[in-house]
């Protein structure tokens, strides 16, 4: 299955923003998968490398898979996300900071903007 060419793909900060802004905005817990069509809603995709993406479609997607996997892994050694079970997690809004959770939901709105736009702050530190 083909992405249409309007979705952008990020990474670093602000993937991790992204995901976590996707399950404060949700308030329940959510599975990768959820996570990943969350982040298409947004016309957002986590970057895939170009050797990854010349292997063909199901590559690509265990490859975007284990990318949110790993920011949901990191986020919830930081205590901003908890792990409910295996592949299924939530936000803890009580573990960061006011400004953090609205950086995070920010992230997501501003999502189709470029990196110099207005509220480009917001993903870049």
């Known amino acids: ?21 996707v399950l404060l905005v949700t308030r329940f817990p959510m599975t990768i998968e959820q996570v ?3 982040l298409g809603s947004h016309a957002l995709s986590p970057a895939v490398s170009a050797s ?10 265990r490859t975007q898979h284990k990318a949110i996997a790993e920011v949901l892994r990191y986020q919830a050694s930081l205590g901003r996300v908890r792990w409910v ?6 936000a803890m809004p009580d573990g ?10 920010r992230s997501l709105r ?8 207005e509220g480009a702050w917001a993903l870049d530190d």
């Open 1 to 21: 299955m083909e992405e249409p060419a309007s979705v952008t793909e990020i990474s670093g900060i602000r993937l991790r923003r992204a995901i976590v802004g």
């Open 36 to 38: 990943d069509r969350a």
């Open 52 to 61: 990854a993406r010349s292997a063909g479609a199901a590559p690509v997607r």
């Open 85 to 90: 079970q295996r592949g299924l997690y939530e």
């Open 96 to 105: 960061m900071s006011r400004s953090m959770r609205d950086r995070c939901v």
């Open 110 to 117: 501003n999502a189709g903007e470029p990196r110099g736009g």
